[in-house]
């Protein structure tokens, strides 16, 4: 038997998805790519089909591969591009890193800019939108309605100080993502703890992950996943900055670094459906 490894395009395909009737897989897990098959051209045998199957479902888990599973592919069909000896292959693939360039494994550069955009974009929203509703002195008059969510509990120190914390913070985010230093909790607060409003803003409750969710939902709000309105793809695809990074199958894995945040995996807010703009700058153009 010989490894085949058949990647005829399937408009009808989503990414990672395997089609049974022609052999076909895209986004390739480490087992997957291993599954002997005697020719490209025929239908996988009921065994083969089975196998591929459950090796999908088991993918989709969004767990990190094993090391038996990383062990053989790197001895049998290695991802090209990814380190060469096999302690470091295994470091960098065991989130599913296929572009050799993702932070632990599991941000990939694409993915960090993207985010970065959104946390900046978010601020100035905060910031330009927001901050002019506050009374001098006082919560907001309907702080259920602001953007990001200020969860409920909060909603009696929601004043103008608490909200400059909270854009500080959303704002360090983006700061902390245009350097090269790992995204965490830490980190934010280290650079923005100085700041006017923060302090209040921690001190009454407010935590980096508020402002993390918020980010997450923009820059999935403006994903090409499906139901989003694909915004940041329109706009990066004239971006040489972005266009030159690697792809990479985590380029959209919004689910992997939400678990990775150590955010909610299974709170991913709906898309904007709303035809309404709010006021801002996408990585410095104009919405």
Not at 15 to 20: A, E, M, N, Y
Not at 115 to 122: F, H, M
Not at 246 to 265: M, Y
Not at 278 to 286: A, D, H, I, S, V
Request: aromatic fraction near 8%; glycine fraction near 6%.
């Amino acid at each position: 038997m010989t490894l085949v490894l058949h990647t005829t395009p399937n408009a009808n395909l989503s990414d990672g998805d395997f089609d049974p009737a022609n052999a076909q897989i895209t986004n390739l897990g480490p087992l997957q790519r291993c599954v002997p098959m005697q020719a490209a051209t025929r239908p996988p045998t009921p065994i083969e089909t089975r196998l591929l199957g459950l090796l999908h479902l088991a993918k989709i888990k969004r767990d990190a591969y094993s090391v038996d599973e990383l062990t053989l592919e790197f001895n049998r069909n290695r991802v090209e591009g990814m380190p060469d000896n096999l302690k470091d292959y295994i470091k960098q693939r065991k989130w599913g890193c296929t572009c050799g360039a993702c932070a632990e494994g599991w941000m990939s550069p694409r993915m960090r800019y993207r985010i970065y955009c959104a946390a900046d974009l978010l601020a100035s929203i905060m910031m330009d939108s927001h901050e002019p509703e506050f009374p001098p002195t006082g919560v907001h008059p309907d702080p259920e309605y602001l953007y990001p969510d200020v969860p409920p509990e909060l909603h009696p120190y929601v004043t103008l100080e608490f909200w400059i914390g909270y854009t500080t913070i959303v704002s360090k985010i983006a700061e902390l993502l245009e350097s090269d230093l790992p995204l965490t909790e830490a980190a934010v607060i280290k650079l923005a703890y100085k700041e006017p409003g923060v302090g209040f803003f921690l001190d009454r409750g407010g935590k980096v992950v508020h402002a993390l969710e918020g980010t997450m939902d923009m820059a999935w709000e403006q994903s090409s996943r499906p139901g989003c309105d694909g915004l940041f793809e329109k706009i990066a695809a004239e971006n040489d900055e972005y266009m030159a990074l690697p792809t990479c199958k985590n380029d959209l894995n919004f689910e992997l670094v939400r678990d990775r945040l150590g955010l909610r995996p299974d709170v991913i807010h709906g898309c904007n459906d709303s035809e309404d703009n709010f006021p801002g700058t996408l990585c410095g153009w104009t919405l």
